[in-house]
């Protein structure tokens, strides 16, 4: 029977050396990525709610952009009350008691929510320069626009829709 020559067992030997290096380096490069950026979980939606749309929770581990595209929506948000309009938006921490619903006959709105190692800072710096209401116009209203485009296509790249959010404000 043919037996392998000494220099192709050793050629083997290292291949499969290489193969489990190779692993270890992608193990090591998928912990490096989530050290230093975290989990970082994203969603976004259009909604078109009717009159008796109302959510109230008291918490879920996310941050929230809603964009009011029609309509009017009321929300119950750390002690006040805000009437949000159409082309205004609201940035919210859903890990603290929430309460909106329509306001007339109907509610569009497009909705992202959020989480991730970077989303508390962010949240706090947009809350303390704009508060938690703000009007949707000029590259804002642009930059949100392109994300949700990105969002809502079929590979959304993560690299533009990280800028997109980091730049928007």
Same mark, same amino acid.
């Given at each position: 029977?043919?037996?392998?020559?000494?220099?192709?067992?050793?050629?083997?030997?290292?291949?499969?050396?290489?193969?489990?290096?190779?692993?270890?380096?992608?193990?090591?490069?998928?912990?490096?990525?989530?050290?230093?950026?975290?989990?970082?979980?994203?969603?976004?939606?259009?909604?078109?709610?009717?009159?008796?749309?109302?959510?109230?929770?008291?918490?879920?581990?996310?941050?929230?952009?809603?964009?009011?595209?029609?309509?009017?929506?009321?929300?119950?948000?750390?002690? *006040? /009350?805000?009437?949000?309009?159409?082309? +205004?938006?609201?940035?919210?921490? $859903?890990? &603290?008691? @929430?309460?909106?619903?329509?306001?007339?006959?109907?509610?569009?709105?497009?909705?992202?929510?959020?989480?991730?190692?970077?989303?508390?800072?962010?949240?706090?710096?947009?809350?303390?320069?704009?508060?938690?209401?703000?009007?949707?116009?000029?590259?804002? *209203? /642009?930059?949100?626009?392109?994300?949700? +485009?990105?969002?809502?296509?079929? $590979?959304? &790249?993560? @690299?533009?829709?990280?800028?997109?959010?980091?730049?928007?404000?």
């Amino acid at each position: 029977s043919y037996q392998p020559h000494y220099s192709s067992r050793i050629i083997n030997s290292l291949n499969i050396i290489l193969d489990f290096f190779d692993y270890i380096y992608f193990f090591f490069i998928i912990f490096c990525i989530f050290a230093v950026f975290g989990s970082v979980s994203i969603f976004s939606s259009r909604y078109i709610c009717n009159n008796l749309y109302s959510v109230k929770r008291d918490y879920l581990d996310f941050y929230s952009v809603i964009w009011v595209l029609d309509g009017q929506m009321i929300l119950h948000y750390e002690g *006040k /009350e805000y009437t949000v309009k159409k082309g +205004e938006a609201v940035l919210m921490d $859903f890990r &603290k008691p @929430h309460e909106y619903r329509t306001d007339g006959s109907h509610l569009d709105k497009w909705e992202m929510v959020f989480n991730g190692n970077a989303s508390g800072a962010f949240y706090e710096q947009i809350t303390s320069q704009w508060g938690h209401k703000f009007k949707m116009s000029g590259s804002l *209203k /642009e930059t949100i626009n392109s994300l949700r +485009e990105e969002l809502e296509s079929p $590979f959304p &790249k993560d @690299h533009l829709i990280s800028m997109m959010i980091h730049t928007m404000f």
